[in-house]
Nanobody
């Protein structure tokens, strides 16, 4: 089992920044891929960004490319999502997720999930 705990959500004005953290524990592996997803009220959970633990390969949804940056700290077993130039449409609950190996963008491809952290962007 892998446990994931997100933090860093909050309320921010449009154009502002937030940094989310995801601390991983348990049976983590250098082969894991970590992802960030988000779910707005009444909408499906959607992929935001992903990173591979070993090579640090990153990939993003088009809607956040150029504004969000995913990174990792191997020593702390923590993944971050730096969110800049935030827009009201970025408002959602943000979830951290992990899968055993390989990049993926679909919700069903991830095996472990955190509890989520709320991000609210006011206009």
């Amino acid at each position: 089992q892998v446990q994931l705990v997100e933090s860093g959500g909050g309320l921010v004005q449009a154009g502002g920044s937030l940094r989310l953290s995801c601390a991983a524990s348990g049976r983590t592996s250098s082969g894991n891929t970590m992802g960030w997803f988000r779910q707005a009220p009444g909408k499906e959970r959607e992929f935001v960004a992903g990173i591979t633990w070993s090579a640090g390969i990153t990939y993003y949804a088009d809607s956040v490319k150029g504004r969000f940056t995913i990174s990792k700290d191997n020593a702390k077993n923590t993944v971050y999502l730096q969110m800049n130039s935030l827009k009201p449409e970025d408002t959602a609950v943000y979830y951290c997720a992990a899968r055993r190996v390989g990049t993926a963008r679909q919700r069903y491809e991830y095996d472990y999930w955190g509890q989520g952290t709320q991000v609210t962007v006011s206009s």
